[in-house]
Nanobody
Framework: QEQLVESGGGLVQPGGSLRLSCVAS????????MRWYRQVPGKEREWVAG???????NYPDSLKHRFTMSRDNAKNTVYLEMINLEPEDTAVYYC??????????WGQGTQVTVSS
């Protein structure tokens, strides 16, 4: 059974940085693209980063200058490095793997709060 576990969230001041981690299990990790999403209560889930099997990462134009996604296949882990954080980045951040056939696996989320 596919499982994703996020960690690394917390409280950070504007302008600060955080590194989120997502540890995967239950599927052949290196053969799957991975994604990060975030969600604020009352708003729709927002895609923030993706990385391909071939290690190509991409981001929304609004975030690509501040967010960097990477993967370590030996550790079954993906990361999201966030710099120059803004209050608008406050959200629960979720790890996701598209499994095909319309199926997705999701982690439980990790809270990021950007506040002075």
């Amino acid at each position: 059974q596919e499982q994703l576990v996020e960690s690394g969230g917390g409280l950070v001041q504007p302008g600060g940085s955080l590194r989120l981690s997502c540890v995967a299990s239950g599927f052949p990790f290196s053969n799957y693209a991975m994604r990060w999403y975030r969600q604020v209560p009352g708003k729709e889930r927002e895609w923030v980063a993706g990385i391909s099997v071939g290690n190509h990462a991409n981001y929304p134009d609004s975030l690509k200058h501040r967010f960097t996604m990477s993967r370590d296949n030996a550790k079954n882990t993906v990361y999201l490095e966030m710099i120059n954080l803004e209050p608008e980045d406050t959200a629960v951040y979720y790890c996701n793997v598209p499994l095909g056939g319309g199926r997705n696996a999701w982690g439980q989320g990790t809270q990021v709060t950007v506040s002075s």
